[in-house]
């Protein structure tokens, strides 16, 4: 519990999250700092979709979320324009959303 508080001050300083290799089966980060988050890595957990609140994150720009147990991403996902990386190697992903459509 300590070391994941760490993880999240950290975050809030740098507005880079990186809670890759936790153990989370659902990830929770503070509603708060979803719309600053520039980068956010849950790679090696086992988080099986992504939260709405991610939709907030307009400064996203990178995404690792390798290594899950995702099945989908969420329709909002391909509307973040500021996403130049995704990583989503390793999941169980059956389809992309519309939005991704080029």
């Known amino acids: 519990l300590l070391n994941f508080q760490r993880m999240l001050e950290r975050g809030r300083y740098t507005n880079r999250l990186d809670l890759s290799g936790v153990g989370f089966h659902e990830l929770t980060v503070p509603d708060d700092m979803w719309p600053d988050l520039v ?3 849950v790679d090696r957990n086992y988080v099986s979709q992504l939260p ?11 995404l ?13 996902l391909g509307c973040l324009e ?17 939005s991704f459509a080029l």
């Open 82 to 98: 500021s996403v130049q990386l995704l990583d989503v190697r390793n999941n169980v992903l059956q389809s992309l959303p519309d």
């Open 64 to 76: 690792r979320c390798a290594s899950n147990q995702l099945v989908k991403l969420p329709t909002t």
């Open 52 to 62: 709405a609140k991610l939709q907030e994150s307009v400064h996203l720009v990178e």
């Open 39 to 41: 980068m956010l890595n």
